[in-house]
């Protein structure tokens, strides 16, 4: 899969997996939080929205070339918090007539501040879904990895999104809570979602990046990553504690991925809840047994990551 997006848009593209093929309009650059420990996505880049003059301009310029574009992906990471948002929005639904999907990244604080009156409007101008990183459930976890949002301001955010009609896609972070929070992190994090009730669950593994904030908290000795048995205890402490109804759960980045030497063992957990929940627990046990027993290395995302093997997340 690839992303169109118009000659003016500045690299790297961020956005969410599933976003693979949709078409990128960036109405803002950078983060206006920009604090979090584990991410370095923006940390070169000052908050700046562009004027609703350039966005304007490049959707047209975008719907030109890729006119027949069902899905849309507004980025970089909050922009909803720009004044003129539902009027981006509304170019992008009349450009792009073809739009099943048109999508954002929110931070669950911006949601809860837009409040459901202004939600309401963004809904109606065209936008169908966000996509929040809760990464935590965990108010210590959430404090420590500086992310800015109280589980109780992530619930507010998620069920107001939700309220407007918007669909929720909530992120978690795997091994955000080091070894030291891991039962919390699992626990308090499935049941900030049982709260809000997101359309999707994405599981992401934390891999602690070189030059990011959190690399220097692990050699300070205040982070502990965990091991890749440990996460997988993890997913499966979370999942058990899940009570959540047509929500669809997705493991869907490499990051999640376990090796045993060269071979991949762990591909992630995929299924709708509660459905698919036993079957997903089948694969953790089983997988974990496995771990036990088998003489080869076990390795991670954050093991290859560490030995040079993995350079770009
Ligand atoms: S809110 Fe998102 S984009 Fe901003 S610093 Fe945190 S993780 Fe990065």
Redesign the pocket.
């Given at each position: 899969m690839w992303n169109y997006h118009s000659l003016d848009y500045d690299y790297p593209p961020y956005r969410p997996p599933n976003e693979a093929g949709s078409a990128l309009i960036r109405a803002s650059r950078g983060?206006p939080?920009?604090?979090?420990l584990?991410?370095t996505?923006?940390k070169t880049l000052k908050f700046q929205p562009k004027s609703s003059e350039e966005v304007l301009k490049d959707i047209d310029k975008a719907a030109k070339i890729y006119a027949r574009a069902k899905t849309i992906f507004i980025a970089d990471?909050?922009s909803l918090v720009m004044k003129d948002i539902d009027d981006i929005i509304k170019h992008i639904k009349l450009r792009f007539p073809y739009a099943e999907r048109i999508t954002s990244?929110a931070?669950a604080k911006t949601l809860m501040k837009l409040g459901i009156d202004k939600l309401n409007k963004i809904k109606k101008a065209g936008l169908t879904r966000v996509h929040v990183?809760l990464e935590s459930g965990d108010k210590k976890t959430l404090e420590f990895l500086k992310?800015?949002s109280t589980p109780k301001e992530m619930i507010e955010g998620g069920k107001v999104a939700k309220e407007a009609g918007l669909d929720l896609s909530f992120y978690i972070l795997i091994g955000a809570g080091g070894k030291k929070r891991l039962k919390e992190h699992a626990i308090e994090s499935a049941r900030v979602c049982n709260i809000v009730k997101p359309d999707f669950i994405r599981l992401r593994t934390l891999v602690v990046q070189r030059g990011s904030l959190l690399e220097e908290k692990m050699k300070e000795g205040k982070y502990n990553p965990t091991s890749p048995v440990e996460k997988l205890k993890e997913v499966k402490i979370f999942l058990e504690n899940l009570d959540v109804k047509k929500c669809e759960l997705a493991s869907d980045h490499f990051t999640n991925y376990i090796w045993v030497g060269s071979n991949i063992v762990y591909r992630g957990i995929y299924g709708v809840l509660p459905k698919d929940k036993k079957d997903m627990l089948g694969i953790l046990n089983q997988t974990l047994k496995f771990l036990e027993i088998t003489d080869g290395e076990i390795l991670d995302a954050t093991i290859l990551y560490e030995r040079g093997m993995i350079n770009s997340l």
């Open positions: 983060c939080w920009n604090r979090c584990f991410c996505m923006y990471s909050d990244y931070r990183g992310k800015g």
